[in-house]
């Protein structure tokens, strides 16, 4: 059985894009407490598919099609908290590593 030489890297960038969202997330859930509308959930229920699809991610391309969506939801969270007067900060996104 030939075992995967970036299977800890894999599961690193698995577990630090998991961390990511639910960053954000917890960021949503802050400012949705403090009265800020966040319509029909639309954010927060991209964040729970997106958590959920990171979570089960078996493959780097997977995983870098999740992380492709949650960068542009983190744009959008983004935007949407400066609207409210609120900043944030970009997160480090996991890579895939370089094929040699």
């Not at 800020?36 to 959920?52: F, G, H, K, T």
Request: glycine share 4%; aromatic share 6%.
């Amino acid at each position: 059985m030939v075992k995967d030489p970036h299977l800890l890297e894999f599961l690193e960038a698995r577990g630090d894009a998991v961390e990511n969202l639910k960053a954000i997330q917890l960021s949503l859930s802050r400012c949705v407490d403090e009265g800020m509308a966040d319509s029909n959930d639309e954010y927060y229920n991209q964040l729970l598919v997106l958590v959920d699809e990171a979570s089960i991610s078996e493959t780097w391309d997977e995983l870098m099609e999740v992380v492709s969506q949650a960068k542009i939801l983190e744009i959008d969270v983004a935007a949407w908290l400066s609207g409210h007067g609120r900043t944030s900060i970009s997160l480090p996104w996991p890579r895939p590593p370089k094929r040699q």
